[in-house]
């Protein structure tokens, strides 16, 4: 304000010095700091003027004496009567500090002045001839030192130095602005424990600044909040009525001065400039503002979150044997015990925010994990990490890729774009397990196309027999966006329409042959599960039969992940020769036969204290798809060592099937050859 209005009043000319120690505050000595700006403020106003460089000159020369004084540039402490009374402290540069000023006033000198002939002056008198030389000058200097309580102890004290022993000079005004009690604090060690009337005797004319009304307080946070806040990808997950909760119960009582909301803005600004990416905002715009809120205002307990990680993300609370209150009781003895780094009067509120944070860990199960993973929200586990390492590490997944896709399911050649880049990252199967949560957010204007775009990459997609906890592969995760997302339009017709639409335009095989599958019905699954009616059914698999014999005449087909799978539903829907001739066509030699034993190799599991496999094929199923001693005889010179590990397995596997057979044991018969992972030899 000062400055502004000084700038304002064109007539009134003052030179302003601005000076800042806190920025070189531990890098360098605020006096020599000092001396170096005042020098370049003089040497800039008439650099070739004789009485500009008589000034840097004589400025030179003084801080070169008070370097020779050598004590004389020491603090000397303070000087105290009988009765303890403060009569005065003697307050002179520091030694190192003006040392190194003379280095610096003699860059600015340049290479005009001569140097000063020291010996011919006492520090006073030359002080004193400074001073006629500063009365010259045509403006005032007018030096506003700012945020001075931002320093330590001891550069407050050397700030206050440093005043003291220049307040003389003509023609310079010192505006000093700071926590009238942190400065006066720091000043009692050298005042006998009276630093207020120690300022007094510097500071000449005392204001205080009113405090603001706190509604104009927070008028500049939420008008900083607001601008950031027009950002489309920031706005569109914030939450008012959650913000309501936050700012209410718990954030509003670190706001309420000017320097926590500048301090805080400062920050915030920074950290969200870090997590945008390609239009799209990483984080939850509450959870960031909260999260940042703690980390400056309650450091001590801020550091205890990512350390505890499953204290805050666990949920206890549940239905039948998944609830836990014995659980819940003691996490939350635990927060209470954590809690106690920070003051009793701000324990209930910083709960309170730790509510909207981590809402597993008082037992909420709304919102649900979807909700939280849709919203980016730290309460969940994917997303936990990124808070705290402000980035996304080479295993997270972005947001901006799941907003691409969700973006582009409409638009297949698009669509599959976007997917066959991730696939070249590896980071696909994660990214549809992402998706998942979008399940119910698919609109009837992403319909066919989105079946088409997922039918078309679902080809590429990598086929894991290993599912999650949920027995999900990554093919389920693109029916149930389909799925979830039709059940929303309570027509059959419509949904009928759709999908036979969307297989009909797509280039895919797996996820057509999927989709018809989920819709044939069993006694396992009730009616009302299914998206079309019965009659609708053989049209759908006229469909698919059609897309597998198109793969299997232009050679895609043989080279799919679950061809074990389409095999089996192309014969269910056709006839067990259809699928026989086009097997006896594929098998010409060796390479043909390991590749059909791949085809058909099977994984059992067993668990107990850890997870083992094993690996076996199916005869009777063999027989099905071809003759088995034709495989015998390609086979038979193969060694088993000399295999790769996949072929290994599947060769051992048939081998291990014909030697049980000949021993009269049922083709359900695995063995007892189990592994953890890794190959073993042919007589494990």
């Known amino acids: 304000m000062v400055l502004e209005r000084l700038r304002s009043k064109s007539r009134a000319r003052v030179d302003i010095l601005e000076f800042n120690p806190w920025e070189i505050s531990g890098h360098d000595s605020v006096t020599a700091s000092f ?98 030389e500063m009365a010259g000058l045509d403006a005032p200097i007018l030096v506003i030192i700012d945020d001075i309580d931002r320093l330590t102890t001891d550069e407050i004290r050397e700030v206050f130095q440093l005043v003291k022993a220049n307040a003389d000079f003509p023609n310079v005004i010192y505006l000093l602005l700071f926590d009238r009690g942190i400065v006066a604090g720091a000043l009692n060690a050298i005042s006998g424990n009276r630093g207020h009337e120690f300022l007094e005797k510097i500071v000449q004319v005392l204001f ?53 909301v500048y301090r805080f803005l400062s920050s915030f600004g920074f950290q969200a400039s870090q997590m945008r990416n390609e239009g799209t905002f990483e984080l939850n715009p509450l959870d960031l503002l909260a999260l940042e809120t703690l980390r400056l205002f309650e450091p001590s307990f801020y550091e205890i979150i990512p350390i505890n990680r499953s204290l805050f993300l666990e949920q206890w609370r549940g239905s039948g044997f998944t609830d836990k209150p014995d659980v819940g009781k003691a996490k939350l003895t635990e927060l209470d015990r954590l809690l106690l780094v920070v003051p009793e009067g701000r324990q209930e509120r910083l709960k309170e925010i730790l509510k909207q944070l981590f809402p597993a860990l008082f037992g909420h199960v709304h919102p ?7 919203s980016l929200r730290v309460g969940h586990e994917k997303l936990f990490e990124r808070y705290f390492s402000l980035g996304l590490t080479n295993d997270d997944i972005a947001q901006a890729n799941i907003d691409a896709l969700l973006k582009n ?46 039918s078309n990459v679902a080809d590429f997609f ?103 799978n389409l095999l089996y539903w192309w014969k269910e829907w056709t006839t067990e020769m259809e699928v026989k001739t086009w097997i006896s066509s594929q098998i010409k030699d060796t390479s043909d036969a390991i590749w059909l034993l791949r085809t058909v190799l099977k994984t059992a599991t067993k668990t107990s204290d850890k997870t083992v496999y094993t690996r076996y094929v199916s005869l009777d199923q063999m027989a099905t798809y071809c003759e088995i001693d034709k495989i015998e005889k390609l086979t038979r010179s193969l060694v088993l060592e000399a295999q790769d590990k996949d072929n290994m397995r599947a060769l051992r596997a048939f081998r291990w099937a014909l030697k049980w057979k000949t021993e009269g044991k049922s083709d359900s018969y695995h063995g007892d050859n189990w592994e953890e992972d890794g190959p073993l030899t042919e007589n494990d």
């Open 368 to 374: 649900d994990n979807d909700h939280l993973q849709r």
């Open 35 to 132: 001396f170096r700006e005042l020098a370049v403020l003089l040497n800039s106003n008439h650099p070739e003027s004789a009485s500009t460089k008589n000034r840097v000159l004589k400025l030179r020369a003084y801080a070169k004496l008070a370097a020779l004084g050598g004590a004389a540039a020491k603090w000397v402490g303070k000087a105290m009567t009988a009765s303890g009374r403060v009569e005065g402290i003697v307050i002179e540069t520091a030694a190192e500090a003006v040392s190194q000023t003379g280095e610096v006033i003699d860059k600015a000198a340049t290479t005009h002045e001569a140097r000063a002939n020291t010996s011919d002056y006492s520090l006073v008198s030359l002080k004193r001839s400074l001073a006629k």
């Open 409 to 454: 399911i409409s638009r297949p050649s698009v669509f599959e774009g976007l997917c066959k880049h991730l696939a070249g990252s590896d980071k696909l199967e994660a990214v549809f397990e992402r998706l998942d949560a979008y399940r119910h957010n698919l609109s009837a204007a992403d319909f066919p196309n989105a079946i088409v775009s997922l």
């Open 208 to 260: 205080h600044v009113p405090q603001p009304p706190l509604k104009d307080v927070h008028k500049v946070l939420f008008d900083d909040l607001d601008a950031w806040l027009a950002a489309e990808d920031v706005g569109e997950r914030w939450e008012t009525q959650r913000w309501s909760n936050l700012w209410r119960d718990g954030l509003s009582e670190y706001f309420t001065n000017l320097r926590n």
């Open 462 to 564: 990598p086929h894991r027999a290993r599912r999650d906890f949920f027995g999900l592969n990554g093919l389920a995760y693109h029916w149930r966006l389909i799925y979830f997302s039709l059940r929303k339009i309570n027509t059959e017709q419509v949904h009928f329409d759709t999908i036979r639409n969307g297989i009909k335009n797509s280039h895919g095989v797996r996820l057509p042959v999927k989709i018809v599958n989920n819709e044939q019905r069993n006694e396992k699954r009730n009616a009302h599960e299914f998206l079309v009616a019965e009659e609708h059914l053989p049209e759908l698999r006229a469909l698919a039969v059609e897309k597998l014999r198109l793969a299997a005449s232009d050679g895609r087909l043989r080279v799919l992940s679950d061809l074990d």
